[in-house]
């Protein structure tokens, strides 16, 4: 069974798991901005990561105010594996790097509702540094996963509308 987390010690969690899967988006977009096939997903990807390596540097920096260094528990875990094992196929067919695509989005959605939590409990400390990052950083995720998600749309018209292999 799980153990239960309160107070400083879910804070920390909240932290390791933001913290994890901003690794692996980092790592996901550094590998699909080289091999998409689809130039304007890649370059809406190179975009998002300029920011996400940013975003992962502010996120350990006060991560570790709190004890937090990135650590991989479930969630983070199952969101990972799953990026990654795609990501490792982008450079197979375009559907693999559509595929990819896809779960970097989901990575990216999911780090927008975090920093959505992050910032209420960032409220409620009265933490006003953690506060504003946390607003840059929900903001930015949402506008990244906007772009993402409508590339991702023009992606699949490419791969639909393409003469069959067979």
């Given at each position: 069974?799980?153990?239960?987390?309160?107070?400083?010690?879910?804070?920390?969690?909240?932290?390791?798991?933001?913290i994890?899967?901003q690794?692996?988006?980092?790592?996901?977009?550094?590998?699909?901005?080289?091999?998409?096939?689809?130039?304007?997903?890649?370059a809406a990807?190179?975009?998002?990561?300029?920011?996400?390596?940013?975003?992962?540097t502010?996120?350990?920096?006060?991560?570790?105010?709190?004890?937090?260094?990135?650590?991989?528990?479930d969630v983070?875990?199952?969101?990972?594996?799953?990026?990654?094992?795609?990501?490792?196929?982008a450079?197979e067919?375009?559907?693999?790097?559509?595929?990819?695509?896809?779960?970097?989005?989901?990575?990216?959605?999911?780090?927008?509702?975090?920093?959505?939590?992050?910032?209420?409990?960032?409220?409620?400390?009265?933490?006003?540094?953690?506060?504003?990052?946390?607003q840059?950083?929900?903001?930015?995720?949402?506008?990244g996963?906007?772009?993402?998600?409508?590339q991702?749309?023009d992606?699949?018209?490419?791969?639909a509308?393409?003469p069959?292999?067979?």
């Amino acid at each position: 069974m799980a153990e239960s987390k309160s107070g400083d010690e879910f804070v920390t969690h909240e932290f390791d798991e933001a913290i994890a899967i901003q690794r692996g988006i980092v790592d996901a977009e550094t590998r699909l901005a080289k091999v998409h096939p689809h130039e304007g997903s890649k370059a809406a990807i190179a975009t998002c990561l300029t920011d996400d390596k940013a975003f992962l540097t502010q996120l350990e920096q006060l991560g570790r105010k709190k004890g937090a260094t990135g650590e991989v528990e479930d969630v983070a875990e199952g969101v990972l594996d799953l990026l990654e094992s795609l990501v490792a196929k982008a450079d197979e067919a375009p559907s693999e790097a559509y595929e990819a695509h896809a779960v970097l989005l989901n990575a990216k959605r999911k780090q927008q509702d975090s920093a959505g939590g992050m910032l209420k409990i960032a409220r409620a400390l009265k933490d006003a540094e953690a506060r504003d990052a946390a607003q840059a950083f929900a903001k930015a995720q949402k506008a990244g996963s906007d772009e993402l998600a409508f590339q991702l749309a023009d992606f699949a018209v490419v791969i639909a509308t393409a003469p069959s292999a067979g």
